[in-house]
């Protein structure tokens, strides 16, 4: 299925209020449109009526004395009432003549006056009447009756935007509501999809990368939700209103301004080829650019102490220009095809509608009023706003698209539900039973692999990066499934039981040990109901943390910031140690941290593994020897077998490979 | 607040050909643009009253295509000079900040978070570069081609209706203007939320084993939800504001057209105005609405410009801290490395980093530096780079007083491996040449030979073509260190420092990096700073610092009799220091 298509799913999610919107968008912009209409029909019925024939009349409603005598515009008769002899009024500039004659020209063809003789011009020769010029006190008297009916259309066509305004403003909001509930919907989709992928997936992808997805990434579409959507049906809605009301004023010249629909379609797909091209390129060199001033701001002390602040200069030159340049092509094409052509394309449409009118009216009887001519004026300099937005959004269009496919794909990794089944605290019987494992197809990296934990027992796994070590770990938690043999705990295959039951009542210390933002109480619970605040404290105190941390201001709720990064790795350590005993799981895995930390810390450390050691079944990766040397079992590990296994004093007197890493340590002292 | 075009001067003056051009067509342009509704009035007019003949409308078609033509083609002059000249500054302004950048030493960069600094590289100068092209326009328009319209439409329709007309105009530019604000808060405050999300997905991501490994699996997702409504709440927030912008320019510009078309009709009757004037008038309405507009975002532009410009200032005005002075005397070769009573404190330290140190270091020699975290061990070896001022007393190279030597000259002498790693987001191989330009193949394979990363290198998916730093593969930081030791070491520098950069490879790998380079550097000198004392047992001379002060030296042998810290630490690391990690099986 295509990015649109699923960017359209989503928003089908929410379809009732789009529908809705929609509703008050078309209401709104039905409103708007009348409006021309609305400015014609004063033109055409009140400011040029006027030159409508006028009746003789009685003294009546909407009469108008003039020189004794009554007249009233001839639609204005009531059904059935007496009309007297036929006048006009004719209009040359601000001037006004009256003519009291029957059977009046229509009045087209130049027009002069002379001598009490108004003359019209036309191909057939002048024609004259005698008429006399109206003072400004005369012609505002026939006004009159005009005056109350032209207040009523402007408080119409007010209204009639206040209408139009409140529609608007309903559909804005509703629709950018639902915009946004969309994106929520399709970022809590996202995240809880992320905790349905497989650890790997993390593993291959850097976490930067996978945050972009589900935070920016979505924001692009968000964008695309609010702004895109809604401008192009917005623009949709406004430019087919236009073509309707231009239908009604007039079939032919709508007919002929369809043209322009084409015209405008083809632009747009020029301009949209070659903008997004140049889009692109500056978007990835400002990324390059950022990435670059971030790194060497990092970096800043290498450059320096290897004097390559030049070479690095002329790096950023290179990348600045390409920059400069291809914003410098955007910016040719945005002078050439954006808002220019948009004018060039109005101003041709004026010269096509002067002409289409004026050779009308040449010597002919006018095809159209002028409140026609000022209404299609109107509706053809509206037309071009709804257009303008559209390419406005262009850009942001392409930006959510491609954002859209790189969630989407994320969305179709394969990932395994989430289950909530909770099972009782197991003893923590732990049988590796001929296990084979490989992260890659026939890569195996541990090997028919087979030993026991008894429950309370303390398991030392020793053995060069990439013996197997972590494995083990990444097994015995599920982060990944072994391919051959069985894992058991209490005698039931780990396989039975859903991921999350079995890691219930396991505990983890990681060898560079996460801290969350939040405080060190909130680290240790990680806000779990079931820890309470004295369980924390408590934790706290018996790995010996309240020592490390006494100096802290707030204590418990001294904060704690990304990823720790205000304490040493010690204090890090010992909070996590904390939060393993916290939870008081049944088997307890522990990575030893390689890092140095000062003695004072290690020697907490070392006395904080046995607290947590006690009561259940622990499993140590090693890093230093001492560590486990009281361990009831020390497996040593080479290239995903088991080699050696016993106690210490046991391996020791197999004088095999764990006594020769003992030697080699021995040896270390002696160099010394 | 138009202080900014003063600030920019030096700008606008090397470009003031470009700006006068600009501005000139942008000028004649906006007169242009009134002319084609004149016509229509005209023309109008002249259909109405029957006196238009095929001449006169020739004439009519014929002027206004050649102002379609004439205005498309000054239009797109001096949008490309106008706005070029926006592209000009950003990419100088760009510059010129990656330039200072690259002057400055450390307390420049913990004074300035890097994310501060960013944001000025990118938001900042972005805003300086929108009030230089965009900027300009909106004066423009705000001014010359608003008058322009007003002045058209007094004169050529009515005083009289164009003042009532425009009443509410600068009605809508003050609402806007405050909506304005108000909207900018709200988007902070949405936009605040959004880092929030933001900064909570990347801890769920990377803590991704500790949720799974304790079950937060549901607990992270409802935190997440409460995250996104919160997001939500204020973004339907700035959707409020933001709504309200369309219908109120609707309603106000309304206004305006009722009052155009009841008053200009009035005016019709008083035989005032003709019709086609009535109808040219309310076009130009149309038009006044975007230089009204122009007035808000004139405002908003010049004080985001002007703020963003104080900042980037702010930065570039910052003085280079370490300043080489006018007439060096560059040591010629290097004899030795002396300090003498040395002194140092940093700008933001409390405490005496570094004090009454004096050691010589005669050429060949290798000096180890051992101590506690803290105890000034990484501060002397910075003394030799120049990154900061020099404190008291006196460091010499080659006899000569630092002080009186260039940076440059200085750090050419030194090959320096750091105790973070850093690397570039580029290939292994451009990695380690970022030590030295001119190296050959063959150079790059000795130094990573040195660096004992020979196996490792094997491993990588490219070989020395494989991309590392952030945009790479994932190096664990016992790679880093090799690769960052390799760059060193392929410069073949006078001075080799390693500090404690060895603390990521277990003690075989790093007693065998040590051996390499004394065999293969023998009469050139190496400082080592180091926690696992292993590394300094074969120094000519071990001394070791406790609060800034040097609290012991002598060779490993003379120190071990002492039977102080060192010894100490040295029986302690004797039980501990055994990593199994890399012993052969």
């Known amino acids: 299925m295509s990015v649109g298509k699923r960017l359209y799913q989503y928003a089908l999610f929410f379809k009732k209020t789009i529908i809705l919107a929609l509703l008050m968008l078309t209401v709104s912009v039905g409103a708007e449109l009348v409006g021309p209409f609305i400015a014609k029909k004063m033109i055409d019925d009140h400011i040029l009526g006027i030159e409508q024939p006028w009746f003789e009349s009685d003294d009546t409603k909407d009469a108008v004395s003039y020189d004794g005598t009554f007249y009233k515009r001839g639609d204005y008769f009531e059904e059935g009432e007496g009309r007297g002899q036929e006048a006009r009024i004719y209009q040359m500039g601000t001037r006004f003549f009256f003519v009291d004659e029957p059977d009046a020209f229509s009045g087209e063809g130049e027009r002069s006056f002379d001598n009490g003789k108004l003359t019209f011009s036309t191909q057939d020769g002048d024609i004259k009447f005698g008429a006399q010029e109206l003072s400004g006190k005369e012609v505002l008297a026939f006004y009159q009756p005009e005056i109350p009916r032209i207040i009523m259309l402007v408080l119409l066509y007010f209204v009639l935007m206040v209408v139009a305004a409140i529609f608007h403003f309903g559909q804005g909001y509703t629709l950018q509501r639902s915009a946004n509930r969309i994106i929520q919907k399709m970022r809590t989709d996202l995240f809880s999809h992320i905790q349905r992928l497989p650890i790997n997936y993390f593993d291959k992808l850097p976490a930067g990368k996978v945050v972009a997805r589900i935070t920016n990434d979505t924001e692009a579409i968000r964008e695309l939700y609010v702004q895109v959507l809604s401008q192009f049906f917005y623009s949709g809605v406004y430019i087919t209103g236009i073509f309707v009301a231009l239908f009604i004023l007039d079939p032919k010249l709508a007919t002929i301004c369809l043209l322009l629909l084409p015209i405008l379609y083809i632009w747009m797909v020029i301009y949209r080829k070659y903008a997004s091209k140049y889009n692109h390129v500056v978007r990835s060199k400002v990324s390059e650019i950022n990435a670059s001033i971030y790194e060497s701001i990092q970096g800043m002390t290498i450059i320096q102490a290897f004097r390559r602040e030049q070479k690095k200069q002329q790096e950023f030159e290179k990348m600045n220009d390409t920059h400069f340049n291809y914003q410098n092509k955007l910016l040719s094409l945005n002078s050439l095809m954006s808002h220019n052509l948009v004018s060039i394309l109005r101003n041709i449409t004026f010269v096509t509608f002067i002409w289409y009118f004026g050779s009308g009216a040449i010597g002919s009887e006018s095809v159209v009023t002028v409140g026609v001519l000022y209404a299609f004026v109107d509706y053809i300099t509206r037309l071009f706003q709804p257009v303008t937005g559209i390419v406005n959004q262009l850009a942001n269009l392409e930006i959510a698209l491609v954002a859209g496919e790189r969630v989407f794909e994320l969305l179709d990794e394969e990932g395994e539900e989430v289950k909530d089944s909770r099972i009782s605290r197991y003893k923590g019987h732990v049988e590796f039973d001929r296990v084979s494992f490989a992260y890659k197809k026939e890569d195996y990296v541990l090997k028919n692999l087979s030993f026991e934990a008894k429950p309370g027992e303390t398991i030392g796994l020793v053995g060069h990066t990439g013996s197997g070590k972590s494995s083990i770990m990444n097994l015995l938690f599920r982060f990944y499934d072994c391919q051959k043999g069985e894992i058991r705990i209490d005698g039931k295959n780990i396989k039975e039981y859903p991921r999350q039951t079995i890691r219930d009542h396991m505990g983890i210390v990681l060898q560079d040990p996460y801290l969350f933002t939040g405080t060190i109480s909130s680290n240790v619970s990680l806000n779990d109901s079931r820890i309470s605040r004295d ?13 490390v941390l006494k100096h802290l201001e707030q204590g418990l709720d001294e904060p704690v910031i990304e990823k720790g990064g205000t304490m040493s790795s010690g204090q890090r350590q010992l909070i996590s140690f904390a939060r393993a005993l916290a939870f008081n799981p049944s088997i307890l895995i522990l990575d030893e941290a390689t890092s140095s930390v000062d003695t004072e810390t290690e020697s907490i450390i070392q006395e904080a593994m046995e607290t947590l050691k006690t009561g259940r079944t622990t499993f140590i990766i090693a890093h230093r020897l001492s560590t486990i040397k009281n361990a009831d079992q020390i497996l040593v590990l080479d290239r995903g077998e088991i080699v050696e296994k016993g106690s210490h004093d046991h391996l020791m007197a197999l004088r095999g490979k764990y006594f020769q890493m003992y030697q080699l340590q021995q040896g270390n002292m002696q160099v010394g | 607040m138009f202080d900014i075009f003063y600030k920019l001067g030096w700008f606008f003056k090397q470009h003031w050909k470009r700006y006068t051009i600009a501005i000139v067509l942008l000028l004649i342009a906006n007169i242009f643009e009134v002319i084609p509704p004149l016509l229509v009035g005209l023309a109008i007019d002249d259909i109405f009253q029957g006196e238009l003949t095929q001449s006169i409308l020739m004439q009519y078609v014929i002027i206004l295509l050649v102002i379609a033509v004439v205005s498309y083609a000054m239009n797109y002059v001096w949008q490309y000079l106008l706005f070029g000249g926006a592209n000009e500054i950003e990419r100088r302004l760009r510059s010129m900040f990656m330039g200072h950048l690259l002057r400055m030493t450390p307390t420049f960069f913990e004074r300035n978070r890097t994310g501060d600094l960013m944001a000025r590289s990118t938001n900042d100068l972005k805003a300086i570069s929108v009030t230089a092209g965009f900027g300009v326009l909106t004066l423009i328009d705000s001014t010359a081609y608003m008058l322009t319209l007003l002045i058209t439409m007094g004169f050529v329709v009515s005083w009289k209706l164009t003042l009532a007309a425009i009443i509410p105009l600068p009605i809508l530019a003050i609402v806007m203007q405050l909506l304005g604000k108000k909207i900018h808060n709200r988007y902070t405050s949405a936009q605040n939320a959004f880092g929030d999300l933001n900064d909570r997905v990347l801890e769920s991501v990377a803590g991704v084993r500790v949720i799974r490994a304790y079950v937060q699996e549901r607990a992270d997702e409802k935190q997440f939800l409460e995250g996104t409504e919160d997001v939500y709440q204020k973004n339907v927030k700035v959707a409020f504001i933001d709504s309200l912008f369309n219908p109120l320019t609707k309603i106000l510009t309304g206004i305006s057209y009722m009052i155009g078309l009841g008053y200009g009709s009035h005016l019709v009757f008083t035989q005032t105005i003709t019709l086609g004037e009535l109808v040219a008038f309310n076009v130009y309405l149309g038009m006044l609405i975007w230089p009204m507009f122009a007035v808000g975002e004139l405002i908003n532009i010049m004080q985001r410009g002007n703020a963003s410009m104080d900042r980037v200032n702010g930065t570039l005005s910052y003085q280079e801290e370490v300043v080489d002075i006018e007439n060096p005397t560059n040591a010629s070769a290097l004899s030795a490395i002396s300090f003498s009573n040395s002194g ?10 570094l004090s009454n140190v004096n050691v010589t270091l005669k050429q060949g020699d290798t000096l180890g530096i051992v101590g506690k975290t803290g105890s000034g061990k990484t501060t002397f070896v910075k003394q030799l780079l120049k990154e900061y001022p020099v404190g008291e007393g006196e460091i010499s190279i080659g006899d000569v007083s630092i002080d009186q030597q260039t940076k440059d000259h200085v750090r050419a002498w030194i090959g320096y491996v ?12 451009e990695n380690i040449l970022f030590g030295s330009d001119g190296a050959t193949e063959k150079d790059v394979m000795d130094a990573l030979r040195m660096a004992h990363f020979g196996q490792d290198l094997q491993m990588l998916p490219e070989g020395l073509e494989t991309l590392v730093g952030e945009k790479g593969v994932a190096l664990s930081g016992g790679q880093k260190q090799r690769i960052s030791i390799a760059r060193a070491l392929i410069k073949d520098p006078a001075v ?31 400082i080592i700073t180091t926690h696992r004392l292993s590394a300094v047992e074969h120094a000519d001379w071990v001394i070791v610092l406790d609060e800034g002060q040097v609290v012991e030296e002598g060779t490993h042998d003379q120190l071990l009799a002492n039977k102080k810290w060192y010894f100490q630490q040295y029986e302690r690391q004797q039980v501990q220091e055994s990593l199994l990690g890399e012993v052969r099986s």
């Open chain 2, 418 to 429: 750091p105790q973070d790693h850093v690397l570039f987001s580029k290939s292994v191989r």
């Open chain 2, 496 to 526: 080799l420092i390693l500090d404690d950069s060895l603390s990521a490879v277990d003690a075989k790998t790093e007693a065998n990096i040590l051996d390499n380079i004394r065999r293969e550097r023998s009469g050139k000198t190496t």
């Open chain 2, 344 to 353: 140092f404190q940093y700008p933001s330290s409390t405490v005496r980093n």
């Open chain 1, 535 to 547: 369980k924390v404290e408590q934790a706290l105190k018996d790995v010996g943390a309240d020592r």
